[in-house]
Structures are given as structure tokens and as C-alpha cells.
């Protein structure tokens, strides 16, 4: 019995003990090995300890000991004939109780066991008993893959009484156990067998009977079962029950057994306990490994724990733990979700340094990030790379991408995104669909709206709440009231009920369209209807009031909406700060932001945004700075437009040295420049005849797609003609004809009209294409304004086309005025 007990102590000092494997290593520190071994030795020498029962099966009787000594004889006589070739003289008379006699035959040979029941399992279903031995003896055999596989075919059988077959069974597997193995590994497999099933009541159940037996399962199939346990949510509270109680019968816990209860803590969003649980492992021991960290770190970023996971990330650093792919993920959403793309993205690089190749969810969680903060063409860039690496976009990056170009404004690329998943094989789901109907609606493109709908219902899906929302938001601003309110009718047909969100769409397209009375009207009439305005309903309608220069109404909404209890958002302070800025009263709004200071109400970028431009526009360009140093004291992340604003004040000033710093540093963190920044770095650098820059900024600009102010396509074209580079020249002016000049103002420009009109009297020096015998009805020729006056563009009307002919020599044209 002893010797059953201590045996059964080995498994509790192993760290690494693999059922498939059957091999054991890491072993616990000598003073834990000790203390174990003494609780496990108190537990075996228990008075309450009972011995395993003998196996006594029945005898056979003498017909039936001749047949289980001739089948037993014929198997072990047969060299490489098939069993079943062997066997079958006997199969007619076999019955399931032969099998269990014939196994004690030739109980030695492994091989020929497995070979035997596998045979006597294809004539007939052998009973529980028969299964037990041969199980006993794969575990003897240190096979606890078979022994693993015999028992979880059991438990496979459909129509089971669990109940009562787990009885059954446990009552077999301890009847066999003594005289058919005696290996304690049997029941550590038939417990994870339990456990893999999620009968989590009957692993329990086994467990506690084995103590009866002196027998503690091993640390392996302990965590197994903490680690069941843990992913079910009722179970967790039986995961900390054991956990707590298991140790009292001799139970060592190890470094994964704390991981998976700390990951079982923050699952019940306990973050803090599970960091106390976290230094008590250390105090007890045990070093937490990076495993320990992560869960940790994840459960902080979850809860917006910035400070917490900077301080865990420098503890894990000091113990030469480096992060892995699952700490870093936690990382860079918590970043993105405050805000701090830029050092979200540092990470990935840090990542990528360190050899851990980024996945999909951590390319879209930065994609998603810098959509958010509308820096679309670095989510574009990052959606770039990470096909380079291979990384195939799934359904939710292209949604997040989707998403962003359309909150942006920037449908073209959206749609081609959309055409490039269906391209794919990817389903867009309805959150896709929607967003692009909302930008499709928001860009005044109701009628394309309307047809992603009707394509979206002919593909099965349904459209939802705020799908129809984004479409009667669409209507609304396009001022065709009537319309949004059948759509609306439409969707209550449909089992849809109208929410807070519906209303506060439509209140705010009424807004957009300049309808604010009607917008005054649907908020009593969503009083009436059981829905209460919240802040968003009362922020909209003070844009609107502030938009139209009426900031008094703005302020008696303020009131109201204070006296009901509802508490401003920041989006409200700044619906009113850019109400004071546009009506000229910069001071009101300097004092709302110190009062918001004073208040604790964190102001945002769009906050300082205001103020900042109303300062650059006046060209108050040290209050402008000194704005722009409170907000970055204060945390607050400049976005695209702060530096865009910033750019254009300091260009304008002639503050080139600021302006070009300001340019550079938006660029590194992804932000791209907007065509009026671009226009007013190149008119400043020009200004002050830095003509190098200046040049670098129109090419950087031209590239973007962005087209410069008229002034500036005369003075490069002007600069190329005089280089001599007519090929670009010729371009430019191209360039700047079809920017400035439709139909209208062709018109208008018309300086001289010449008929009839040789080609060879042209002189042309340069041709989109050739005009050698091209039958000239009439030549256009435009003085353009501002272009210098040597140089004439002519547009010549011929037969099949028109061609740009740039004309050097004036002289050529006879009879014309230069």
C-alpha cells in the first residue's frame, strides 16, 4: 500500500509531465520537494485510506477453458499470419467473456493485447470490463496515447447515461487496477479524458474518490482541469474553490497553475487581484514568466491602464523577460485606443526588431486606430505592408480601412477597397455595407447610397437600425424631409424599432441642412414618443445655433441641458468654442477653455484647433504657439488639422524655419498636408526666395494629387521655360488649363480668334500631337492670365481633336496684336 502511495507523489514534483510523451523533467526546488513529500506521506498514512480491491473474475468452465487455451495457444503460435486468419475457427463460438480469459494468457505480450481486443471489437462490442484491463495495461506499458484513446472512444458512444456510466466505469477501472497494472497514470488520463469532455462534476467527482485510495492526480491533469474550468464562466468559481482547496490534500502547484488563475481573475475583470495573485506566486517561489506578464498587461489595457502596463513592461525588462506577440498586441490596442498611434506604430516596429512577425489582428487594430483619428493615408500605408509581409487582409481590416476612407470623405477609394474584397472572395457583412452607406450619405451621393441598400438586401443581408439611420441622415441633409420620414415609416414595418440614435441622425441632418426649427420640433416630438434628448441631441442643436451665428439660443440649450442633469461632453465644449470663433469672440472662448481647465474637463486637439486658427487668420502667431505649447503640456496629440492650421499661420508670417519643421514632423508621424498647406509652404518659400524648397513642395505636392494655386503654376512654368525643359512647361500649362478653365472661362479668356490660319505660320515648338497636314478650320489663341508674356498657349480646333500647341514665336502669327 506504501508503496502505491509514495509512487503516486512523483507526478506532483513535475513540471512538464506530457501524457502523449510519458516523459517527466523540471522538478521543483528541494524545500518544496520536501514539503510535498511530507503532505503527501501525512495524506497516504491517513487512517481514512483504503486498498484497491483484488480482481477475482469468474472461472471458465471446462468447455470454455479448452476454447480460451486454443485461441490462446493459436495466437501465440502465429508468425505473421493475420489475425483475423488465425481466428477465424473460433469466431463462432467467441464470446465477450473468452476475452477477458484469453487477455490473462497473454497478458505479457503488449502488442498481441492490442491486436487481440482490436479483433474482438469488430465481432461484437466487448464490455466495460474487458476495456478496463486493456487499458490498465497500456498505462503499465507506458502507452497513454492508447490508454487515452480507449477511454475517450467510450465516452464518444451516443445515448450515454453519463451518470450512471461514470459509475460504472470508475467502479471497473478500480476493480482492474491492482492486479491488471497498478499504474496511478491510468486515472490522471481517464481524469483529463473527463475533463477534455467538460464533465468537469464527474472529473471533480474522481478526483476526491482517489484521495479515499491515497492518491493525488498529478499537477498536469490539475491544471487541465483549472484551465476547463476557467474558460467556462460558472466555472470559474470552481476554479478558485479548487484552487484554494486542492493544495490542502498534497496538490503542489506550479508556474502554470498561477498563470492559468490569473488569466481566470482578469477574465472576471479583476486585474488588481490578479496582480496580488501575481506577486504572491513570486513570494511562494515560483517566477512568473512572460506568460504571467501578458495576462497581467492585457487586463490593464483592457481597463485604459496606461501608467500600470509602462511600469509591468519595465518589471518584465529588469527580469530579462521579453515580450511576445500577445503582450504586444495588448500594447498597441491600448494605445490606439487613446490615441497614441504614433507610439502604437513605434511599438511594431520595436516588435519586428526583436524578430516577432506581426498578425492580422495587430495590422488591424493600427489600421483601425489611425482611421479613427482620420489619418487614413497612414492606415492605407500600413494596410500596404502588411501585404508585403504576406498578411492576408480579412474581412475585419478591410471593414476598419472601408470605414475610415469613408468617414474621411473619400469614396472613390472606398468603393475600390469594396470591389477589391468582393475580387477576394471575402462577404462584406452588414457593419460593411452600412459604412459605406453612411459615406456615400454623408458625401451627398444619396441615389449611390440607395443602391448599396438594394444590393445589400439582394445578397440576403438585412439591413439594420443604423443602416437606415445613415440613409435617413443622407435625406435629411439633402433637405428632402418627406422621403426620410417614409424610409422611416418603412423600417417600423419591418419590426425596427426607432431609437435615441435614429432621432439624434435625423436632428442632426435637419441641423446640417440649416432646418433647425424642424430640428427643434422632432426633439419634443421624441420627448413625446418615450425617447428622452440626451447630450448628443442637445450638442447638435447647439451646433446649429452656433453655425448661425445664434449664441444665445446656444446657451439656453446649455442651461436646459445642464438642468436636466445631462453632463457635457468634450464635443460640447468644443460645439461652442467654434461657435465663439467663428462669431469673433476669441476672448469667450479663451475663458471657456480656462474654465474647462479649471474643471478638470480634459479639452481635445479640436479644442486648441479653434482657437489656433482664429489666432493664425489674425496672424497672432505668438498666441498661436503659445496655445499649441498648452496643449502638448497638457498631453493632448496634435492631429492633422492642428498641424495644417500651424503650417499655414507660420507660412504666412514667414515663418519658414517653424513652418518647415512643423511639415517634416507631420510627415513622420503619417499625417498628410492638405492642399492650402501645401499652397501657403510654397508661397512662403518663395517669399523668401528659397526657390529649392519651394520647387521640393510643388513636385512633393503634385505627387499627392493636389493641385496648387495659379500664381504658383505661372511661376514654375515661367522657371522650366527658362531652364528650357518645355516638356515639363508644356505639361504645367496643360495642367493648370484643365484645373482652371471650363467651359465658361474658356470663354471668357478668348483674346483673339484667328481663322484660316497655316500651320507652317504656327511655329509650334512643341505638339500633344503632330499638326503637319492637319486640316485647320480655325486656331484659339489664349493670352492666359498671369502667364509670362512670352509665352502664348493656342488651342487649335481641327477636324478629329484638339491640340495644346505651345507658340515661342510671336512674330509668326501675322496680323495678330502681341
Known amino acids: 500500500m506504501k508503496r502505491c502511495a509514495i509512487f503516486s507523489l512523483v507526478p506532483c514534483f513535475r513540471l512538464t509531465y506530457h501524457v502523449e510523451l510519458g516523459t517527466a523533467s523540471s522538478y521543483l526546488p528541494f524545500s518544496l520537494f520536501t514539503r510535498c513529500l511530507a503532505q503527501r506521506l501525512y495524506t497516504s498514512g491517513s487512517t481514512n485510506t483504503r486498498p484497491f480491491p483484488d480482481y477475482s473474475p469468474k472461472k471458465p468452465k471446462i468447455r470454455d477453458a479448452e476454447l480460451v487455451h486454443q485461441i490462446s495457444t493459436a495466437i501465440k503460435l502465429r508468425r505473421y499470419e493475420p489475425l483475423r486468419r488465425v481466428l477465424k475457427p473460433y469466431e463462432v463460438k467467441f464470446r465477450s467473456d473468452h476475452l477477458i480469459w484469453v487477455l490473462m494468457n497473454i497478458r505479457s505480450d503488449y502488442r498481441l493485447v492490442l491486436d487481440f481486443f482490436y479483433w474482438a471489437c469488430l465481432r461484437r462490442d466487448p464490455n466495460l470490463e474487458s476495456r478496463c484491463i486493456v487499458i490498465q495495461i497500456a498505462a503499465a506499458s507506458k502507452d497513454l496515447k492508447t490508454a487515452h484513446y480507449l477511454i475517450r472512444n467510450f465516452w464518444e458512444k451516443p445515448n450515454l447515461d453519463v451518470s450512471l456510466s461514470y459509475a460504472h466505469f470508475v467502479e471497473r477501472l478500480i476493480y482492474t487496477y491492482k492486479d491488471w497494472g497498478a499504474d496511478i497514470h491510468v486515472f490522471d488520463v481517464f481524469f483529463q479524458v473527463l475533463a477534455e469532455a467538460g464533465m468537469l462534476n464527474e472529473a471533480r467527482k474522481l478526483f476526491d474518490k482517489l484521495l479515499n485510495y491515497g492518491l493525488v492526480l498529478s499537477i498536469d491533469s490539475c491544471n487541465l482541469y483549472l484551465t476547463r474550468l476557467s474558460n467556462n464562466y460558472d466555472g470559474v468559481g470552481m476554479a478558485l474553490k479548487a484552487f484554494s482547496e486542492f493544495p490542502e490534500v498534497g496538490v503542489c502547484w506550479n508556474a502554470a497553475s498561477y498563470n492559468i488563475m490569473i488569466h481566470c481573475i482578469c477574465r472576471l475583470g479583476k486585474i488588481k487581484e490578479a496582480h496580488l495573485l501575481l506577486l504572491q506566486m513570486e513570494l511562494r517561489g515560483f517566477i512568473p514568466d512572460v506568460v504571467s506578464y501578458s495576462t497581467i498587461i492585457n487586463g490593464y489595457c483592457h481597463l485604459g491602464e496606461l501608467q500600470r502596463m509602462l511600469k509591468l513592461i519595465e518589471e518584465m525588462q529588469v527580469k530579462g523577460l521579453k515580450p511576445n506577440s500577445f503582450t504586444y498586441n495588448s500594447i498597441i490596442l491600448l494605445l490606439c485606443e487613446t490615441g497614441k498611434v504614433v507610439e502604437a506604430k513605434n511599438v511594431l516596429r520595436e516588435m519586428m526588431n526583436q524578430g516577432i512577425i506581426p498578425d492580422n489582428v495587430i495590422y488591424t487594430t493600427l489600421i483601425d486606430g489611425c482611421c479613427k483619428l482620420g489619418n487614413v493615408a497612414a492606415a492605407h500605408k500600413l494596410f500596404k505592408e502588411m501585404q508585403d509581409l504576406n498578411l492576408v487582409p480579412d ?8 470605414s475610415g476612407f469613408c468617414r474621411t470623405g473619400k469614396m472613390v477609394e472606398a468603393h475600390k477597397l469594396f470591389c477589391e474584397m468582393l475580387n477576394k472572395g471575402l462577404k462584406p457583412d452588414e457593419v460593411t455595407y452600412t459604412a459605406l452607406i453612411d459615406g456615400y450619405c454623408k458625401a451627398g451621393e444619396v441615389k449611390e447610397a440607395f443602391s448599396l441598400h438594394n444590393h445589400m438586401v439582394q445578397v440576403g443581408l438585412t439591413p439594420n437600425v443604423v443602416t437606415y439611420t445613415a440613409l435617413a441622415d443622407g435625406l435629411c441633409k439633402q433637405g428632402e424631409i418627406d422621403t426620410a420620414n417614409e424610409l422611416l415609416h418603412e423600417m417600423c414595418q419591418k419590426g425596427l424599432q426607432l431609437n435615441i440614435y435614429t432621432y439624434n441622425s435625423i436632428v442632426n441632418g435637419l441641423c446640417k441642412s440649416g432646418n433647425i426649427k424642424q430640428a427643434m420640433k422632432l426633439m419634443e416630438d421624441m420627448i413625446v414618443a418615450g425617447f428622452h434628448p440626451d447630450t448628443f441631441t442637445y450638442t447638435t442643436l447647439m451646433d446649429g445655433y452656433c453655425k448661425s451665428w445664434e449664441m444665445v439660443k446656444a446657451h439656453e440649450l446649455l442651461r436646459e441641458m445642464l438642468d436636466k442633469g445631462l453632463q457635457p461632453t468634450v464635443v460640447t465644449f468644443n460645439v461652442l468654442m467654434n461657435g465663439f470663433c467663428m462669431s469673433g469672440m476669441l476672448e469667450d472662448g479663451e475663458r471657456l477653455l480656462k474654465w474647462m481647465l479649471e474643471k478638470g474637463i480634459m479639452p481635445n486637439a479640436t479644442t486648441y484647433n479653434c482657437l ?69 509652404l510654397i508661397k512662403g518659400f518663395l ?42 512647361t508644356l505639361e504645367l500649362c496643360d495642367e493648370a488649363i484643365e484645373q482652371f478653365l471650363d467651359n465658361v472661362k474658356f470663354i471668357n479668356l478668348l483674346r483673339i480668334v484667328v481663322t484660316n490660319i497655316p500651320v507652317t505660320q504656327l511655329s509650334p515648338c512643341h505638339t500633344n500631337c503632330k499638326v503637319e497636314g492637319a486640316d485647320i478650320k480655325r486656331a484659339v489663341v489664349i493670352l492666359y492670365d498671369g502667364f509670362p508674356s512670352k509665352i502664348i498657349l493656342v488651342k487649335i480646333a481641327c477636324k478629329d481633336a484638339a491640340i495644346s500647341v505651345l507658340c515661342l514665336n510671336l512674330q509668326s502669327l501675322k496680323g495678330l496684336d502681341a
Not at 474581412?395 to 472601408?402: D, G, P, Q, R
Not at 489666432?615 to 498631453?635: E, L
Not at 505636392?701 to 515639363?728: C, K, L, Q
Open 612 to 680: 489656433m486658427k482664429q489666432h493664425c487668420i489674425r496672424n497672432n502667431m505668438r498666441a498661436t504657439t503659445a496655445f499649441y505649447k498648452g496643449m502638448c503640456a497638457q498631453g493632448i496629440v496634435p492631429d492633422s488639422n492642428t498641424y495644417n492650421i500651424l503650417i499655414k499661420g507660420h507660412s504666412k508670417a514667414r515663418n519658414m524655419k517653424e513652418a518647415w519643421f512643423l511639415h517634416r514632423e507631420m510627415v513622420g508621424k503619417g499625417f498628410t498636408l492638405t492642399a492650402a498647406s501645401y499652397n501657403a
Open 395 to 402: 474581412l475585419i481590416t478591410y471593414t476598419a480601412i472601408i
Open 687 to 728: 517669399k523668401r526666395k528659397k526657390f529649392l524648397e519651394a520647387r521640393e513642395l510643388f513636385e512633393e505636392m503634385r505627387r499627392e494629387g493636389f493641385v496648387s494655386e495659379r500664381e504658383i503654376y505661372n511661376f514654375f512654368v515661367d522657371v522650366n521655360f527658362e531652364e528650357g525643359n518645355m516638356e515639363t
